[in-house]
């Protein structure tokens, strides 16, 4: 008997994209791993919302998440996230419910406040920056046209009303855990970028939780970037393709999915090899016992109740041998 047990595992996908291979291409992988996902028993399959980001090619999240839902069978597909300021709640609304139509009791809406973007792409898809203040406000507003008609409203999301599209806040700092509180839904921390407030956003959420009409009491997903492979040592080497990602964001370099090097000592300053390891401070990287321990340890210090990793390894075969190794983990 294991803690991870009663740990649900998920999937956050980026549909990583090799500079040299077709859209098409890449999205057939996330396909083929969203498919060996479901076969293996993991519970959720997300897609981010980025965008003007070559080597990144989930901007339009709601089409990726009907496309994975109708080429697999069980698991639970959805937003991680919809960057709600970049889009009208009604559109939005009206996505999520058609999705839900079309795959009932399968369709996740998990909610941002960034941008996904830069300030010139954020202008580009008309994003009004003021809108992130009313975050909240809007929020409300998609609950609203999400649930039952109350008669009276003028404007009513059809699709979309009444589906209940189970809805979550996604965040990386203290805002969203404490709204994510006070509307009493459940948080998701992205943990596999910004691992600076985890403990503090975990607790004012689980400290500030008002229990609602969907939850009562708080469900944790804490994001991670995983890099599981049969050994220690050929794990810390696939690890330098999300190293070299990273470092290639933090230089405003386009983000291709690069294969792993020896060694990075060649590729990074000093000060670039603090910032990546400050970035990737969650990451588990290692061999199926050191994975595993890992995990456990995560989940006695913060009593998550479910994982959603990140798996960005440059050959497919790496990152499906991945999965497998993470199904194991619960029975070994």
């Given at each position: 008997m294991t803690v991870l047990n009663n740990i649900h595992f998920s999937l956050l996908e980026l549909s990583p994209m090799k500079e040299h291979e077709t859209v098409s291409q890449t999205l057939a992988n996330s396909v083929a791993y969203a498919q060996q996902a479901d076969e293996l028993g993991f519970n959720r399959f997300w897609m981010a919302e980025h965008h003007n980001m070559p080597g990144i090619v989930c901007a339009a999240t709601s089409v990726l998440i009907g496309h994975i839902a109708g080429q697999t069978r069980n698991i639970r597909v959805g937003a991680g996230g919809v960057?709600?300021?970049?889009?009208p709640p009604l559109i939005v609304a009206e996505q999520f419910g058609t999705l839900e139509s079309l795959y009932p009791g399968r369709i996740d809406l998990g909610l941002g406040r960034a941008p996904g973007s830069d300030h010139?792409?954020?202008?580009?898809?008309?994003?009004?920056?003021?809108?992130?203040?009313?975050?909240?406000?809007e929020v409300t507003e998609l609950q609203s046209l999400l649930g039952p008609s109350d008669g009276d409203s003028p404007v009513r999301a059809i699709p979309g009303e009444n589906t209940n599209v189970p809805i979550w806040l996604l965040g990386s700092s203290l805002y969203s855990a404490q709204l994510a509180?006070?509307?009493?839904?459940?948080?998701?921390?992205?943990?596999?970028?910004?691992?600076?407030?985890?403990?503090?956003?975990?607790?004012?959420?689980?400290?500030e939780f008002k229990p609602s009409a969907v939850l009562d009491k708080p469900y944790v997903m804490?994001?991670?970037?995983?890099v599981a492979a049969d050994t220690d040592q050929q794990a810390q080497h696939l690890a330098t393709t999300s190293k070299q990602r990273v470092l290639a964001l933090l230089r405003g370099h386009a983000l291709w999915l690069k294969p792993p090097v020896t060694s990075m000592d060649e590729l990074w300053s000093e000060q670039e090899q603090a910032q990546v390891d400050n970035f990737l401070g969650l990451s588990v990287v290692g061999s199926p016992v050191t994975i595993k321990h890992k995990l456990e340890m995560i989940v006695k210090e913060l009593g998550v109740d479910e994982f959603i990793f990140t798996n960005d390894l440059y050959h497919s075969q790496d990152r499906h041998r991945a999965l497998e190794i993470l199904s194991t983990l619960k029975s070994s």
């Open positions: 960057m709600l300021p970049n889009h010139i792409t954020s202008r580009a898809l008309r994003r009004d920056e003021r809108r992130a203040e009313n975050f909240a406000d509180a006070k509307k009493g839904l459940p948080y998701a921390f992205a943990g596999h970028f910004a691992p600076r407030f985890l403990y503090d956003a975990i607790a004012l959420y689980r400290r804490l994001g991670l970037p995983v």
